[in-house]
């Protein structure tokens, strides 16, 4: 693409000819003030915030849809222009409510930081204000306030453009227009929460997140949703030790700035759920029964050894990290003996679309299969286990973080067996035929790494702490104490699980079993699977990073072997 050389506020920078000045500023860090513009959608002009001058042009220029130019000096920041900003916002703020001290926007409301920084302070206007209507229910999960809207239309033009539906829209006009949904129509396309995200103001709210939290008492982590094999980006919000909310985080390669309803909504509240798995369980006189941790370890280590290594089953999870699934399968292979390993597959034919959802509705069935959790020569895949179990060929299965009996006819077959092992972190149907329950952690608790449809390996990282991570905080240096501190703070005095990650309890197990695996953290067994597994080669978390990273291409050795 041709370059150009601009001016702006005195700096000189290069810039692709096809920018637009806010785009061109932006890429060199110089922050143009904007309420419509969002660089996902297209320009709509309206809002008027990031008007700039352009030296030998007679007007103020808005700098979201005025290309840049050779030659061309821009100032953000002169009189001129902070004139013309505070006009503006005084108009966005004559019928603007007094709604901060009750606003879920308040803290993250780009109108709010905007009046301290560009306002004037005070209001010339004394008429009352225009009066429209509030707390309407536009969609199944979306609130309106009419009153705190500045019609940016980043909302209209989302669900045109991206959702690809045309639900919302405005009527009437001057400052009587309003945003309604189209005739006959509800905000209830499947990406309609992020309307809420791209909102400036506190128009828009999240109806599940209503008034559960002010944002700056929340904690908040990097990680992916768990709610297909997308693998979106996205930011967990915390308070007290429990999820409120999901956010999506902007990665082009992955899923640009957006998420699906399903999964802002369903991939959390597990974590946070009654039917939490408190410790682990073993069955005794038919029931269920809490024990600790050395006793249920030391019962499957006794009960697998019993078993001819034909006779035992090991099934990994694509809802497990790569690090949970690698110890896994190392464990069924070196310490079992058995070639029958393999996990289910959940795809959901239909259920997909262009934009971001995929029919697989696990976020881990790639690295499941690419570290190495697949049939051994000559052993069975998943349909031939069950059937294997239906027939007693297979009498012993071992089984990570997947609710099984919820499979079409498995939980028939799963009746049949002598001995069941089980991780998980929810109360399932699955657990009604489980000798051994161990408490798993979930997703937002641990450590590790998952690949999507795509090949990419990206982190999950421990947004909510079970007491598995309190004890590993109070064993850290002072040095990386510190570092965490602001975020346990954060944590609270919310409840603490004792689950674990599930890698560490198979490596207990086979060390029972007269095995080490010589693991003391995630990243040291991500650091085996990049020494060990080839797509993985050379990776590590640093290099992995916030945004995840392309897996590398096998080779036509590594392929055949």
């Given at each position: 693409?041709p370059s150009v050389k601009v001016t702006i506020d005195g700096t000189q920078i290069e810039a692709d000819s096809k920018r637009t000045i806010i785009e061109a500023a932006r890429e060199h860090g110089i922050k143009i003030p904007h309420?419509?513009?969002?660089?996902?959608?297209?320009?709509?002009?309206?809002?008027?915030?990031?008007?700039?001058?352009?030296?030998?042009?007679?007007?103020?220029?808005?700098?979201?849809?005025?290309?840049?130019?050779?030659?061309?000096?821009?100032?953000?920041?002169?009189?001129?222009?902070?004139?013309?900003?505070?006009?503006?916002?005084?108009?966005?703020?004559?019928?603007?409510?007094?709604?901060?001290?009750?606003?879920?926007?308040?803290?993250?409301?780009?109108?709010?930081?905007?009046?301290?920084?560009?306002?004037?302070?005070?209001?010339?206007?004394?008429?009352?204000?225009?009066?429209?209507?509030?707390?309407?229910?536009?969609?199944?999960?979306?609130?309106?306030?009419?009153?705190?809207?500045?019609?940016?239309?980043?909302?209209?033009?989302?669900?045109?453009?991206?959702?690809?539906?045309?639900?919302?829209?405005?009527?009437?006009?001057?400052?009587?227009?309003?945003?309604?949904?189209?005739?006959?129509?509800?905000?209830?396309?499947?990406?309609?929460?992020?309307?809420?995200?791209?909102?400036?103001?506190?128009?828009?709210?999240?109806?599940?997140?209503?008034?559960?939290?002010?944002?700056?008492?929340?904690?908040?982590?990097?990680?992916?949703?768990?709610?297909?094999?997308?693998?979106?980006?996205?930011?967990?919000?915390?308070?007290?030790?429990?999820?409120?909310?999901?956010?999506?985080?902007?990665?082009?390669?992955?899923?640009?700035?957006?998420?699906?309803?399903?999964?802002?909504?369903?991939?959390?509240?597990?974590?946070?759920?009654?039917?939490?798995?408190?410790?682990?369980?073993?069955?005794?006189?038919?029931?269920?029964?809490?024990?600790?941790?050395?006793?249920?370890?030391?019962?499957?280590?006794?009960?697998?050894?019993?078993?001819?290594?034909?006779?035992?089953?090991?099934?990994?999870?694509?809802?497990?990290?790569?690090?949970?699934n690698y110890v896994f399968q190392r464990f069924a292979k070196e310490v079992l003996g058995t070639k029958n390993i393999d996990f289910a597959r959940h795809s959901h034919e239909g259920d997909e679309d262009a934009i971001l959802i995929?029919?697989?509705?696990?976020?881990?069935?790639?690295?499941?299969?690419?570290?190495?959790?697949?049939?051994?020569?000559?052993?069975?895949?998943?349909?031939?286990?069950?059937?294997?179990?239906?027939?007693?060929?297979?009498?012993?299965?071992?089984?990570?973080?997947?609710?099984?009996?919820?499979?079409?006819?498995?939980?028939?077959?799963?009746?049949?067996?002598?001995?069941?092992?089980?991780?998980?972190?929810?109360?399932?149907?699955?657990?009604?035929?489980?000798?051994?329950?161990?408490?798993?952690?979930?997703?937002?608790?641990?450590?590790?790494?998952?690949?999507?449809?795509?090949?990419?390996?990206?982190?999950?990282?421990?947004?909510?702490?079970?007491?598995?991570?309190?004890?590993?905080?109070d064993g850290f240096e002072m040095s990386r104490w510190d570092k965490f501190a602001s975020h346990n703070d954060k944590w609270g005095k919310g409840p603490r699980r004792d689950a674990r990650s599930s890698w560490k309890i198979v490596?207990?197990?086979?060390?029972?079993?007269?095995?080490?695996?010589?693991?003391?953290?995630?990243?040291?067994?991500?650091?085996?699977?990049?020494?060990?597994?080839?797509?993985?080669?050379?990776?590590?978390?640093?290099?992995?990073?916030?945004?995840?990273?392309?897996?590398?291409?096998?080779?036509?050795?590594?392929?055949?072997?």
């Open positions: 693409m309420f419509c513009w969002h660089p996902k959608l297209s320009v709509s002009g309206n809002c008027r915030m990031c008007l700039v001058e352009i030296e030998k042009m007679p007007k103020l220029a808005i700098a979201c849809s005025t290309q840049v130019a050779e030659g061309m000096v821009v100032h953000t920041k002169n009189d001129r222009v902070v004139h013309a900003r505070n006009a503006v916002m005084e108009f966005f703020l004559i019928n603007h409510p007094l709604d901060c001290p009750i606003c879920d926007e308040a803290g993250e409301c780009k109108l709010q930081d905007y009046t301290y920084k560009y306002s004037t302070g005070y209001s010339r206007f004394d008429e009352d204000k225009v009066h429209k209507p509030k707390r309407i229910q536009i969609g199944p999960h979306v609130m309106f306030d009419a009153e705190r809207c500045i019609l940016c239309s980043r909302c209209i033009r989302f669900c045109d453009e991206i959702a690809g539906v045309h639900q919302l829209q405005f009527i009437q006009r001057g400052d009587h227009t309003e945003l309604t949904t189209f005739p006959g129509e509800k905000l209830d396309n499947p990406y309609s929460m992020n309307v809420v995200d791209i909102c400036p103001v506190g128009a828009l709210t999240n109806a599940d997140f209503r008034f559960k939290a002010r944002v700056w008492e929340m904690s908040f982590t990097d990680t992916i949703c768990q709610g297909c094999a997308r693998g979106c980006n996205i930011e967990v919000g915390v308070r007290n030790n429990e999820i409120l909310r999901l956010t999506p985080r902007r990665n082009d390669d992955v899923n640009s700035s957006w998420m699906c309803d399903h999964g802002r909504l369903d991939t959390f509240k597990f974590v946070n759920a009654e039917n939490r798995i408190k410790a682990p369980m073993i069955r005794k006189d038919g029931v269920l029964v809490e024990v600790g941790w050395d006793e249920a370890i030391a019962r499957v280590a006794s009960e697998l050894k019993s078993f001819k290594k034909s006779e035992i089953a090991a099934l990994g999870s694509p809802f497990a990290t790569n690090e949970d995929r029919a697989d509705k696990s976020p881990n069935s790639t690295g499941a299969a690419e570290v190495g959790v697949v049939p051994g020569d000559n052993g069975m895949s998943f349909n031939a286990i069950i059937e294997g179990i239906r027939e007693g060929k297979i009498k012993a299965l071992y089984a990570l973080e997947d609710d099984l009996a919820a499979l079409p006819g498995v939980a028939e077959a799963l009746s049949k067996l002598e001995f069941f092992v089980v991780h998980a972190a929810n109360d399932s149907a699955t657990l009604r035929y489980a000798d051994i329950v161990f408490a798993a952690a979930t997703y937002a608790e641990k450590n590790g790494t998952m690949v999507n449809f795509e090949q990419r390996v990206q982190r999950v990282r421990p947004a909510v702490t079970t007491l598995e991570l309190d004890r590993a905080m490596a207990s197990i086979a060390a029972l079993m007269g095995t080490k695996f010589k693991y003391n953290t995630a990243d040291e067994v991500f650091n085996e699977i990049a020494q060990r597994v080839e797509s993985f080669r050379g990776l590590s978390y640093l290099k992995v990073g916030t945004k995840g990273t392309p897996l590398k291409a096998k080779t036509a050795a590594s392929v055949h072997a």
